[in-house]
């Protein structure tokens, strides 16, 4: 019984799961994986796109078919220990030649027959060297890597209408502020042209005043174009066709502030994508053994019953038949498939545990890149406030210096102008980094599927 036992039993291989945040030392087993989404985006707003994205997206509609194809090969695994069966009907007509069956003349054989048959016919392959096991525990592997694959199309499909929606947020105020910009640069061109007239100053600082007002103005078209760019691809998240699309603004916006990431040993149990990444070298541990089982015999029984007889008016009379066979069939040569095959397999299996490893080792990258993102951004935030206070004071002294010190030359005026419009964007850019590292660790860690 011990030698029958061809396949092995699968257990978890041992890979690389701990230590995978670079410099934490964190010990918390709370994780922020465990939030739901609604719970994580306070945007009302944003939670509707995201529900509307989770019951239209196409991508996500595919990974439920997917599913259902899983569980069809599985029922057909499942199948895979009964016997077939199959029943037939047949009425066959013959004609033999005398001199072919090499009969006397003058026998009186007919040498016309007419044979009617019913008949059912079942064949069994016993599970002698575990194959239909190992085929149907592949198809449970294979079952379980699709609904893995559907949770991570949705964890995927969240952080990018998430990050679109704040892009989108971003570009808004951007393109506000650049307005605004605009505007006061038109006032700062009349200015000119006043102090032109009280000879304050000469044409050139007119001219150079209009060219910054231009400068300002001429991205706006830019920044639009993005916008209607941006829409356009969260309008095809949510399998809308191009359009418009309903939200707030980036200053209502109120980001968790107490980021959990757990240990990176929850990786294998929160992350859908590492979990299909096993349940895919799961299958192919068990398509190695299946094929290992092609070096052994094959032992099938057929059975097959009914009623067979030459007149149709005698059917049910004495005309009952059966046969049963049981047959034991051992590979000898077969041009080194099986051997192939197995070595095939072998490669395979080796190449999903290395794609699994790989996983693995990239999800603890992309935690640490999203975590190291938001505290950049934090820090940044902390001192673009400082740099913005001090660029607008510069303005308004440049400004004032201009209309009472002739030796204040506007070029002063347009290099402050110019460096606070770069970092109030650039502001509105920290911002949009701080809330999308947030979406980027929360799907980082697994989130957005339970």
């Given at each position: ?6 396949s092995?039993?699968y ?6 799961a701990?230590?995978?945040y ?7 087993t709370t ?13 009302t ?7 509307e994205?989770?019951?239209n ?6 990974a439920?078919?997917?599913i ?5 090969t599985?029922?057909s ?29 003058g026998?009186?054989?007919?040498l ?9 016919s079942?064949?069994w392959?016993?599970?002698?060297w575990g ?5 149907k ?12 694959n559907?949770?991570a199309v ?5 952080a ?11 570009y ?5 502020i ?13 200015t000119?042209?006043?102090?032109k007239?009280g ?22 078209p830019?920044?639009?174009q ?8 969260l ?5 809308r ?6 939200r ?8 968790l502030s107490?980021?959990k ?13 590492v979990?299909?990444s ?7 541990f068990?398509?190695?053994n299946?094929?290992h089982s092609y ?9 097959e019953?009914?009623?067979s007889?030459l007149q ?7 005309s009952?038949?059966?046969n049963?066979?049981g ?11 099986n051997?192939s ?17 790989q ?20 820090s ?19 400004k004032?210096?201009?209309?009472y010190?002739s030796s204040?030359?506007?070029t ?10 770069a ?10 980094q701080?809330l ?7 799907r ?7």
């Amino acid at each position: 019984m011990a030698s029958c036992n061809v396949s092995k039993k699968y257990k978890r291989p041992d890979v690389t799961a701990s230590n995978l945040y670079r410099d934490s030392t964190n010990a918390d087993t709370t994780s922020m994986a465990n939030l739901p989404w609604k719970s994580l985006f306070a945007d009302t707003v944003l939670q509707g796109l995201i529900q509307e994205g989770i019951n239209n997206n196409l991508d996500l509609r595919t990974a439920v078919l997917k599913i259902a194809e899983s569980q069809a090969t599985l029922r057909s695994a499942k199948m895979a220990y009964f016997p077939t069966l199959d029943a037939s009907v047949q009425a066959t007509k013959a004609k033999s030649s005398q001199a072919a069956l090499n009969f006397p003349a003058g026998i009186g054989i007919n040498l016309n027959t007419t044979t009617y048959q019913a008949a059912l016919s079942a064949s069994w392959e016993v599970n002698v060297w575990g194959q239909l096991s190992s085929l149907k525990r592949q198809a449970v592997a294979n079952f379980l890597e699709s609904e893995a694959n559907k949770r991570a199309v949705q964890t995927q499909l969240i952080a990018d209408i998430a990050n679109d929606y704040y892009t989108l947020l971003a570009y808004d105020q951007q393109l506000a502020i650049t307005q605004q910009t605009v505007k006061n640069r038109i006032e700062d061109v009349q200015t000119m042209k006043d102090l032109k007239e009280g000879a304050v100053v000469n044409g050139a600082a007119v001219v150079q005043s209009e060219a910054n007002r231009y400068a300002a103005e001429v991205t706006i078209p830019d920044i639009k174009q993005s916008i209607r760019e941006t829409e356009n691809a969260l309008s095809i998240l949510l399998a809308r066709a191009p359009g418009p699309i309903k939200r707030s603004s980036i200053t209502e916006q109120q980001p968790l502030s107490d980021l959990k990431a757990g240990l990176s040993t929850q990786l294998l149990r929160n992350r859908p994508d590492v979990q299909a990444s096993e349940f895919a070298f799961r299958s192919a541990f068990e398509n190695t053994n299946v094929a290992h089982s092609y070096f052994y015999p094959t032992l099938t029984i057929t059975a097959e019953g009914g009623l067979s007889t030459l007149q149709l008016k005698n059917f049910f009379d004495n005309s009952i038949f059966y046969n049963l066979v049981g047959g034991l069939t051992q590979p000898i040569f077969n041009r080194g498939q099986n051997k192939s095959r197995y070595h095939i397999a072998q490669a395979q299996q080796a190449e999903a545990f290395n794609t699994f490893q790989q996983t693995i080792l990239t999800a603890g990258q992309e935690v640490s890149n999203a975590l190291y993102s938001y505290e950049n951004a934090i820090s940044k935030q902390q001192t673009r406030q400082m740099q913005l206070a001090s660029l607008q004071k510069s303005v308004e002294y440049t400004k004032e210096l201009l209309r009472y010190n002739s030796s204040t030359n506007y070029t002063d005026v347009l290099t402050s102008e110019q460096s606070l419009l770069a970092a109030q964007l650039s502001g509105v850019s920290d911002k949009l980094q701080q809330l999308q590292a947030i979406v980027n660790l929360y799907r980082a860690l697994g989130g957005g599927w339970k």
